[in-house]
């Protein structure tokens, strides 16, 4: 197996951690860059959210790159204060927890789809940037294969961090104003769920920042859902103490005085968005059966590889060294030389594609 998966999501270190990773991985000395500029890294896909990183990687000694590239985050991280556990996933564990990952069993919100698109949109991103090789090729298909799978059982949720929002503002009266800060994703979706709710919303981009200034000076609530590397928004003072809710990774509330402030990390350990116990079977089964069926699948690619390049070094030594060293010989001893070898090959390469079909 080559295939492994380093990462940290919201159990084992705050957001803060998280966006230190990104941009550990983002700088000019780039772990994964240096790992496949060294050889040791074949292919890497990033996969982000708001409550994990992640990489998936490819290489010829999985553990050992898959340590390496954790022993070098962990050495690099600032803040000693803070968590700093990260999870390496090998072979089989590795295939089952991306499958899981991606059907939302890892989430807080139990079998959400917003973790599924952003897995396929990182591998994505990652085939477009020329960082994935022939494995993470066969991973993004098994992915997409799955993601359809569930489609068509109907299972899973359309909660998530919005549906988290939504509950700590259910005792706000509906009329109270809600303001939106932020456009992108996981903004538009924290406003489709607090109008279904019932709540009067009002949603902002960075760009109208004056405006919203205004009017936060007399909201209920507001949340913050942008995604600037560090805090940069300032509230205005209030007194009467409204809520506001940052949903950014990193932090995106700078100051916020008189106000209650509730972290994407807060909002995080409210558990209780959990799937019926027979949706939760029902996407448990096709995680195992689309992990197994990766496994053979790279298996078989892996097998293919190697007789692929024994038929290679076959052709080469009969083109090369082979015909030099035939042409020594006496015609019939040649002939006789040529086809033992022949036929030592094909028994090579039919003993490694029997081997490669073995469990």
């Given at each position: 197996?080559?295939?492994?998966?380093?990462?940290?999501?919201?159990?084992?270190?705050?957001?803060?951690?998280?966006?230190?990773?990104?941009?550990?991985?983002?700088?000019?000395?780039?772990?994964t860059?240096?790992?496949?500029?060294?050889?040791?890294?074949?292919?890497?896909?990033?996969?982000?959210?708001?409550?994990?990183?992640e990489?998936?990687?490819?290489?010829?000694?999985?553990?050992?790159?898959?340590?390496?590239?954790?022993?070098?985050?962990?050495?690099?991280?600032?803040?000693?204060?803070?968590?700093?556990?990260?999870?390496?996933?090998?072979?089989?564990?590795?295939?089952h927890?991306?499958?899981?990952?991606?059907?939302?069993?890892e989430?807080?919100?139990e079998?959400?789809?917003?973790?599924g698109?952003?897995?396929i949109?990182?591998?994505?991103?990652?085939?477009?940037?020329?960082?994935?090789?022939?494995?993470?090729?066969?991973?993004?298909?098994?992915?997409?294969?799955?993601?359809?799978?569930?489609?068509?059982?109907?299972?899973?949720?359309?909660?998530?961090?919005?549906?988290?929002?939504?509950?700590e503002?259910?005792?706000?009266?509906?009329?109270?104003?809600?303001?939106?800060?932020?456009?992108g994703?996981?903004?538009?979706?924290?406003?489709?769920?607090?109008?279904?709710?019932?709540?009067?919303?009002?949603a902002?981009?960075?760009s109208?920042?004056?405006?919203?200034?205004?009017?936060?000076?007399?909201?209920?609530?507001?949340?913050?859902?942008?995604?600037?590397?560090?805090?940069?928004?300032?509230?205005?003072?209030r007194?009467?103490?409204?809520?506001?809710?940052?949903?950014?990774?990193?932090?995106?509330?700078?100051?916020?005085?008189?106000?209650?402030?509730?972290?994407?990390?807060?909002?995080?350990?409210?558990?209780?968005?959990?799937?019926?116990?027979?949706?939760?079977?029902?996407?448990?089964?096709?995680?195992?059966?689309?992990?197994?069926?990766?496994?053979?699948?790279?298996?078989?690619?892996?097998g293919?590889?190697?007789?692929?390049?024994?038929?290679?070094?076959?052709?080469?030594?009969?083109?090369?060294?082979?015909?030099?060293?035939?042409?020594?010989?006496?015609p019939?001893?040649?002939?006789?030389?040529a086809?033992?070898?022949?036929?030592?090959t094909?028994?090579?390469?039919?003993?490694?594609?029997?081997?490669?079909?073995?469990?």
């Amino acid at each position: 197996m080559t295939v492994a998966v380093v990462g940290m999501d919201f159990r084992e270190g705050p957001s803060t951690i998280r966006a230190q990773l990104k941009a550990i991985d983002d700088s000019l000395d780039s772990p994964t860059a240096r790992l496949r500029e060294t050889g040791l890294l074949d292919g890497v896909v990033r996969v982000e959210s708001c409550s994990r990183i992640e990489w998936v990687l490819s290489a010829a000694q999985p553990g050992w790159t898959a340590e390496l590239l954790r022993g070098t985050f962990l050495k690099r991280l600032k803040d000693s204060g803070l968590g700093r556990r990260m999870h390496v996933k090998l072979s089989s564990g590795a295939l089952h927890y991306l499958m899981r990952m991606t059907l939302g069993l890892e989430s807080v919100a139990e079998g959400e789809h917003a973790i599924g698109r952003q897995v396929i949109k990182a591998f994505e991103g990652a085939h477009g940037a020329g960082t994935t090789d022939r494995d993470l090729h066969l991973c993004w298909h098994a992915l997409g294969r799955l993601l359809q799978a569930r489609k068509e059982t109907g299972v899973g949720s359309s909660v998530g961090v919005q549906s988290l929002v939504v509950g700590e503002l259910a005792p706000l009266p509906k009329s109270a104003p809600v303001l939106v800060m932020g456009r992108g994703e996981i903004g538009r979706q924290v406003d489709g769920a607090l109008q279904r709710a019932g709540f009067r919303v009002e949603a902002f981009p960075r760009s109208e920042l004056a405006t919203f200034h205004r009017r936060a000076s007399e909201s209920a609530a507001v949340v913050v859902a942008t995604g600037g590397p560090s805090a940069w928004l300032e509230l205005p003072q209030r007194n009467d103490w409204p809520f506001v809710i940052d949903v950014g990774a990193p932090p995106q509330v700078k100051q916020a005085e008189g106000w209650r402030w509730l972290s994407l990390d807060s909002l995080l350990t409210r558990r209780g968005l959990l799937l019926d116990a027979e949706s939760l079977a029902t996407l448990d089964a096709l995680s195992d059966e689309a992990a197994s069926g990766l496994r053979e699948a790279l298996e078989s690619a892996q097998g293919h590889h190697v007789l692929q390049a024994i038929q290679a070094e076959k052709e080469k030594f009969f083109e090369g060294d082979g015909d030099a060293m035939l042409a020594e010989l006496a015609p019939r001893e040649a002939r006789r030389v040529a086809e033992a070898l022949r036929g030592f090959t094909h028994r090579l390469l039919e003993v490694t594609r029997r081997a490669s079909r073995e469990p």
